[in-house]
Structure formats: C-alpha cells, structure tokens
C-alpha cells in the first residue's frame, strides 16, 4: 500500500517536473512565434512595432526548432544551466546571469502555469480512468493551450500554426468519445450545438462586426473547445459563461476606475480557455447541482 502511494506521488511530481519543462518551452515559443510573426508583419509592409523588431529578430535566423535560446537584452546565448525551469529565474532573482537586466515574470509564471494545468489534467485523466494515450493527447493540446492563452494575453493574437494543430488534436479526442459513445446519434447533436455555442457565435459576431469585435482566432478557438466538450454541450454553455463571467471581473475595476476604456481590446482566448478548464474539470458536477436546484433535468 505504502509502496502503492509512493509510485502516485512519483508520477505526480514527474507530471509537475515536465509541466514545468513544457512550461518552458512553451515560453521559449511564445516568443519565436511573435518573432516569426513581426518578420511576416515586415515583409508584408503591414504596421509592426520596430523597436520590438530589432530585438526579436535574432531569433529568426535559424528554422523555430533548431534556434537556440538568448537573452533579449545582451544577445548571449544561454546555456543548459541558465534554462532550468523556474531554478535558474530564483537562483539569478529574475535578472539575465550575464548582463544582469530584469526578465520579467513571464518566464516563470509561464513554467508554473503549465505544470499547475498539467498536474491537472493528469489528476482528471486518472480521476476518469482515460487510457495512458489518451493522457498524453490531453497533456499536447493543454501545451498548445498554454501557448495560445500567453500569446493571446501579451499581443491579441492567436497564432495560426499553434491554433491548428490544436484543433487537429482536439478532432482525435472528439474521435475518440465518438468511439466510447453508445448514442451516436445524441453526440452528434451534441457536439453540433457546442460548436455553434462557442464557435458559431464567435462566427457571427465577426461576420456583423467584420472583424472588429472578435477575431478570427476566436472561431478558431471556439471549434477547438467545441470538439473538446462534444460530450456535453452543457459544458460548452458553461465555458461562454464563465469566460464571460471572469473577463467581466477583470474589467470591471479598471473600467470603473476609468483606467481601461470601453474602446480597449480584451483578449479573449484566456478568457475562452480559463472557462473550457474549469468547465472541463469541474463542469459536469456544478451542471448536475444546477439541474437539480432547479428542478429539471436537460
Ligand atoms: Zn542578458
């Protein structure tokens, strides 16, 4: 038994390490995307932020996978020693080892965002006796979230090449549910009214807005989400309203206080992921609770 508990907790702590690995690399994307992203901007002669240019450009010089990771400030190239996780940000107290300017919260709130979400999904894929091939593809997507979230969140954005395969990955989970279900005929009907929830609506105010009030990335986005909660389309429901619900009490205070204004953008694929997670996870129990508190049953 003690044994038994032992080999749990292994598997916790090795899910939070490579979270943290994941964390990181994510971290290291996020900015060669935004690299990529500004050289496309350029080449296009649409506007793009010179300054911001200059200082990420060196990160464009090879393919995104073989580039190898520098200090924005003083350009030097940072060894295996200066990448670890979390370690190497608290050992140095958030400052490069080599020209001692700041690096900001980025990096490590990046790290453990993603070792706290794949603690998660971990614990909830155990919790619902997935299949270990199903963990992992659960653990993927979730990069590719962590990804989209921190990318959305610093430049309004989501970037295609990410935002496609995730919803790549999230068609072979929706393959798979089909695969479990016993009324193909429901989760059909399910998983159509989840996409028109979170990415039909999108679609549409898009389309009336032509682009000014929602991006793209958002149809995108709400597809993905859609396919992820095909099961329930309750959930998909709760995730609208929950995103809702946070960017609401985000921007509630500086409107108030008159520090953001009505005209500000608010990402919201954070928001849209915040509320898909906390659906996903604790979605079904506060749905049944509701369902029942009021009296009828969906
Ligand atoms: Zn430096």
Request: aromatic share 14%; net charge positive.
């Amino acid at each position: 038994m003690i044994l038994l508990m032992d080999i749990t907790i292994t598997w916790y702590v090795f899910i939070a390490i490579l979270g943290l690995l994941m964390g990181s690399f994510a971290g290291a994307t996020v900015w060669r995307i935004r690299a990529y992203q500004l050289k496309e901007d350029k080449k296009l002669g649409e506007e793009y932020d010179k300054k911001e240019f200059e200082q990420l450009k060196k990160l464009t010089k090879h393919s995104v996978a073989s580039d190898r990771s520098r200090c924005l400030h003083c350009n030097h190239v940072l060894e295996w020693h200066d990448l670890v996780p979390l370690v190497s940000w608290l050992r140095t107290g958030g400052k490069c080892a080599y020209c001692k300017k700041s690096i900001g919260v980025f990096e490590p709130i990046i790290e453990v965002a993603a070792a706290v979400l794949f603690v998660a999904v971990y614990h909830f894929s155990v919790t619902m006796s997935y299949p270990l091939a199903v963990t992992i593809l659960l653990l993927v997507i979730s990069l590719g979230m962590v990804i989209l979230f921190f990318y959305d969140q610093k430049w309004l954005l989501l970037p295609n090449s990410v935002m496609w395969s995730v919803i790549g990955l999230s068609a072979v989970w929706w393959v798979w549910l089909l695969m479990q279900t016993n009324d193909v005929g429901a989760f059909i009907i399910s998983t159509v009214i989840s996409i028109a929830t979170l990415s039909g609506l999108y679609l549409l105010l898009w389309t009336v807005s032509k682009g000014m009030w929602v991006g793209f990335g958002d149809v995108k986005l709400g597809l993905a989400l859609g396919l992820l909660l095909a099961a329930d389309w309750r959930l998909a429901l709760l995730t609208l309203f929950l995103a809702n619900l946070i960017g609401t009490i985000i921007v509630l205070p500086g409107l108030l206080s008159k520090k953001i204004s009505r005209r500000s953008q608010v990402p919201f694929g954070p928001l849209l992921i915040a509320g898909f997670y906390l659906s996903f996870f604790f979605g079904t129990t506060v749905v049944d609770w509701y369902t029942r508190l009021a009296g009828y049953g969906f």
